[in-house]
């Protein structure tokens, strides 16, 4: 195992820059997710890292190594991809085996990495199968069985879950945390979904265009976003986001550009006339009060109800957990906590 350094990198395709000089600290045993939107530049940083990309200014270090030139076969690493990319001619155990047979090991050696490996996935039953006689979970366990008997000193995903349906997305969530703990190996892993980001990574870094927005811990980047982005970005349903100034007689409430009074848990008298955006989780916005929601779309789930309105011209989720006996077109009044509120600069997007 080994902690990992990424300093200053940067990647340019012909003249146009993609990864525009990005650093994070990946301490030995942490699981750390890349998250984003398509096209930030997660995967390629992801892939300059295994060395299948070359980078164009900065440096990579591995441990106290460092990697810019190493070749992929030497940089002690396993990646597993989106695609499985399990040999279809090969049963499970010999796909499993396969960077150990190109080494020349022995076959007690392979045994004695390969059973294991199939116990802690639950593969022991099936290493005699075929990829094509596997369901899409089934194979992508392989994939990480492969990455475990090399031993590395980092493991590497990108967007192993994609392929996979809704519910089988949520059993390998925790599979993979499951291996982690037990493995404590050093895991870089690339996602665009959120919800992964959330429930599975030790800290996230959140990129934009070639950049990172911030590095945090899952609910640090939850309660004290940086930025506009990491608001909308991070959280299911996302921030609510209501665009307006500090009421001039009263810093302590917040006027929507519709005229709607909001509360603020602190007074920014610094503020006052500069143009703000009030953000508010779904969560944090409550039934009973004095604020009045037009009712659109109802979404009950069982143990909460999603709520889809209009709070004056802008459209705002709510989430309940309490049963919403109302209708579409009717009105509902709410409150909103206070404290749980974020104010941003609308010119910067920065927290203020």
């Not at 059973?115 to 596997?134: C, E, F, H, M, V």
């Not at 006052?272 to 929601?293: F, M, S, T």
């Not at 709510?318 to 579409?328: L, S």
């Amino acid at each position: 195992m080994a902690s990992v350094d990424i300093v200053d990198v940067k990647k340019n395709f012909g003249s146009h820059p993609v990864i525009k000089g990005v650093n994070v600290h990946i301490e030995d045993g942490e699981f750390v997710i890349l998250v984003g939107p398509s096209g930030c530049g997660k995967s390629t940083l992801l892939r300059m890292l295994a060395g299948l990309e070359h980078i164009s200014g900065g440096e990579i270090r591995i441990g106290d190594r460092v990697v810019n030139d190493v070749p992929p076969k030497d940089r002690d690493i396993a990646m597993v991809f989106q695609n499985y990319a399990l040999y279809p001619h090969m049963s499970v155990a010999d796909n499993m085996a396969f960077s150990l047979k190109l080494k020349g090991a022995a076959q007690s050696e392979i045994d004695k990495r390969v059973k294991p490996a199939a116990d802690i996935l639950g593969l022991t039953s099936l290493l005699d199968r075929y990829p094509r006689q596997l369901s899409g979970g089934q194979r992508q366990r392989v994939a990480m069985g492969r990455a475990i008997v090399r031993d590395p000193q980092v493991f590497l995903f990108d967007e192993p879950l994609s392929n996979l349906d809704a519910k089988l997305r949520v059993s390998m969530r925790t599979e993979i945390k499951n291996l982690h703990q037990r493995l404590t190996t050093t895991t870089v892993y690339v996602t665009h979904d959120q919800i992964e980001a959330m429930t599975m990574a030790d800290k996230i870094v959140v990129m934009q265009d070639g950049r990172i927005e911030q590095i945090g811990a899952p609910l640090e980047l939850y309660d004290k976003p940086n930025n506009l982005f990491v608001a909308g970005f991070i959280g299911s349903p996302a921030m609510n986001m209501l665009h307006g100034k500090l009421d001039p007689s009263d810093p302590s409430r917040f006027l929507t550009n519709d005229g709607i009074s909001l509360p603020l848990g602190q007074a920014h008298r610094g503020a006052v006339g500069k143009d703000l955006v009030y953000g508010a989780r779904p969560e944090a916005i409550r039934l009973g009060g004095d604020i009045p929601i037009e009712v659109i779309v109802i979404e009950p789930t069982g143990f909460e109800s999603q709520v889809l309105g209009k709070l004056g011209q802008t459209s705002v989720t709510c989430v309940f957990r309490e049963r919403v006996d109302i209708r579409p077109g009717e009105r509902l009044h709410v409150s909103v906590d206070a404290n749980s509120v974020h104010l941003f600069d609308a010119k910067t997007g920065e927290r203020l």
